[in-house]
């Protein structure tokens, strides 16, 4: 099976920075496409950033200049690290991490994605 774990949420005052960071492993694959997403409670999950099997990243619009991810990995782990500057209380949310087999062309939809991680809450406040 393929295991998709994520660590490095926590609380942060405006502005501030985190720096979630997510490991895939298992199902005897070592690369995959892989994605970060943000969920507020009531609402869809919101593709924000993803990595395709090239290693090429794609951003949503509304994250542009604020998120970069870069991937990395060792004998038997994928690791996907998210980078968020100037967080704003809005950003606030549970962010989980994706991971997909077959090419996924820098897709920000959810459905695209097959194996995921229980989620990592960041919590903006002053």
């Known amino acids: 099976p393929v295991h998709v774990v994520e660590s490095g949420g926590g609380s942060v005052q405006p502005g501030g920075s985190r720096r979630p960071s997510c490991v895939a492993s298992g199902g005897g694959y070592r690369n995959f496409c892989m994605g970060w997403f943000g969920q507020v409670p009531g609402e869809a999950r919101e593709g924000i950033a993803s990595i395709d099997l090239t290693g090429r990243t794609r951003y949503a619009e509304s994250e542009q200049g604020r998120i970069t991810i870069s991937k990395g990995r060792d004998e038997n782990n994928l690791f996907l690290q998210l980078n968020m500057d100037s967080l704003q209380v809005e950003d606030s949310a549970m962010y989980f991490c994706?991971?997909?087999?077959?090419?996924?062309?820098?897709?920000?939809?959810?459905?695209?994605?097959?194996?995921w991680g229980q989620g990592t809450q960041v919590a903006v406040a002053s």
């Open positions: 994706a991971a997909e087999r077959s090419q996924c062309y820098g897709s920000l939809e959810d459905f695209v994605y097959e194996y």
